[in-house]
DNA sequence: AGGTTATTTAATAGCTTTATTAACGGCGCA
DNA sequence: TGCGCCGTTAATAAAGCTATTAAATAACCT
């Protein structure tokens, strides 16, 4: 098999079908999205659509799958470890809030069919399974020699887990809510998102101060 | 007329269609439900949903009125002056997750329609107008009052009751997917929650701290 | 009881949705 | 040249959806 023989993958219909859908589907959920809106946007007839992915399900499945990978790929960067436990804290929360910004609709998109749809959430329990067990122990062991050393005070992985995820990922979920109520646009919130970071990093170092 | 001369609210049909259709939309999105699906549950003839609200649509606005208005009371309780500023903030966050306790599909609900629904968010939007700079204004004053004081940090109201609402809204959010991916049984969720809502209590505390 | 109004149902129009099938056209190749 | 394959389209089946209408039934009133 020559490398590149066939048509660029990104230029290929097949391709185009999928990222098209990703994007709808991020926008609109499952059930707000069908295979005719797919083919309209592509410009193409609706029964490609189904010659290519076969059904709507199975389309949608593929542009799941794409996007746990992005998510697991995120979550497992890993950092120096010539810095501090606190530096480390503040770049994990960075690097999460940069992933948001460039997937903002990636939050609501998971939580809406982790609810409606027992595929989604098999597939999601699939991939995050290995790795937070993983991830928490090693996040549990830092803090524990942090803690041992005094640096910090003594604190469950997961509750820090949980506080760094919930405040990250709201303001990306309250996005429409806030812009509209606050009548702000794009780039209001964009530097409204660069202050909330800034307060996160600052509650966070709060609650691990001894 | 004569007060009690209709049949109670509670049992008539329109009543029971409403709540029926209030709890498939809080499970399923708009998107989710069709009006055949709620006349299957409901035991009636599909019909019969139109004749008392005309249109899906309606229906829906209905339950999302209802919905909206019981958040709304929600934020309007009021506390004591009589107990210290720190019992506040515990009492309010204590407040907002017990009401989630009750209503724990609300947040998803609400937050998907605002992304699908203009509609939806502009009823979220005129519900709330109102009461967000009162709110925020009389949180930034004790907030002033209490540092001025020295009792607590100075800080930011909207940051503060984002803080808040982040932390106490994400473990409803992701209890489908926790629950999946731990393997918790509902009565182990409440148990993880009464956990959570001490570590909340806790954060926001230190947040505070001079 | 008899007439009137309110509630409920059956039937169906008119769309939209997913999925399948058959056919069309271009391209490679023997 | 002609055969076969691939990507694509048109057509359509089958089912589901919302909404309306007319008819049936129940409730109410005097």
Redesign the interface.
């Given at each position: 098999m020559v490398e590149n023989n066939r048509k660029d993958a990104k230029d290929s219909m097949e391709e185009i079908i999928l990222q098209t859908a990703e994007d709808m589907f991020l926008?609109?959920?499952y059930?707000?999205v069908s295979t005719t809106d797919i083919a309209k946007r592509v410009g193409c007839n609706q029964a490609l659509i189904h010659y290519y992915y076969r059904t709507k399900s199975n389309l949608f499945t593929k542009v799941l799958e794409r996007k746990t990978v992005s998510v697991i790929k995120m979550i497992k960067l890993r950092f120096d470890d010539g810095i501090s436990f606190e530096e480390k804290i503040t770049g994990i929360v960075d690097l999460h809030i940069e992933f948001l910004r460039e997937n903002p609709r990636l939050p609501?998109f998971?939580?809406?069919e982790?609810?409606?749809n027992d595929e989604a959430?098999?597939i999601?329990?699939r991939a995050?399974?290995d790795y937070?067990d993983e991830l928490i122990d090693s996040l549990q062991e830092s803090l524990d020699k942090e803690a041992a050393v005094g640096n910090i005070a003594q604190m469950?992985a997961f509750?820090l887990a949980?506080?760094i995820?919930?405040?990250n990922?709201?303001?990306f979920?309250?996005d429409?809510?806030i812009k509209?109520?606050?009548k702000m646009d794009t780039a209001a919130y964009d530097t409204y998102l660069d202050g909330?970071k800034k307060?996160i990093v600052?509650?966070i170092k709060?609650?691990l101060?001894k």
């Open positions: 926008s609109n959920g059930n707000g609501l998971f939580l809406e982790a609810r409606n959430i098999s999601i329990k995050f399974f937070k469950d509750d949980m506080d995820v919930s405040l990922i709201f303001p979920l309250v429409p809510i509209n109520v606050l909330r307060e600052k509650l709060c609650r101060k």
